[in-house]
């Protein structure tokens, strides 16, 4: 079976550092561009970052811009995102999510994490 699983998440305080990891089970992330996601109570869900398959080409969104930064490992199948600066504003339910396509911009969202909580607060 295809799985993506998300770790690393927790509580922590405003101006922290957390590391997420998205491991694959099941593919290979080789040829997937993978994108990681976060839904706040009563939010939409809203994309943050995206890599692609090579690692060469990343996307930011404007709120984490210069605070996160994504990264790849295809060695050992994982997606990582390093959440530097958190802010109150970053808490939520962070999902990695694989598509088949190779490009952060071209195809759906073919596979999803379930999600791991991230909570920002003195």
């Known amino acids: 079976q295809l799985h993506l699983v998300e770790s690393g998440g927790g509580l922590m305080q405003p101006g922290g550092s957390l590391r997420l990891s998205c491991a694959a089970s099941g593919f290979t992330l080789d040829y997937s561009a993978v994108g990681w996601f976060r839904q706040a109570p009563g939010k939409e869900r809203e994309g943050v970052s995206c890599?692609?398959?090579?690692?060469?080409?990343?996307d930011y969104a404007d709120s984490v811009k210069g605070r996160f930064t994504i990264s790849r490992d295809n060695a050992k199948n994982t997606v990582y995102l390093q959440m530097n600066s958190l802010k109150p504003e970053d808490t939520a339910v962070y999902y990695c999510?694989?598509?088949?396509?190779?490009?952060?911009?071209?195809?759906?969202?073919?596979?999803w994490g379930q999600g791991t909580q991230v909570t920002v607060s003195s």
């Open positions: 890599i692609n398959n090579s690692g060469g080409s990343t």
């Open positions: 999510a694989a598509k088949i396509s190779s490009s952060c911009r071209v195809g759906p969202w073919n596979y």
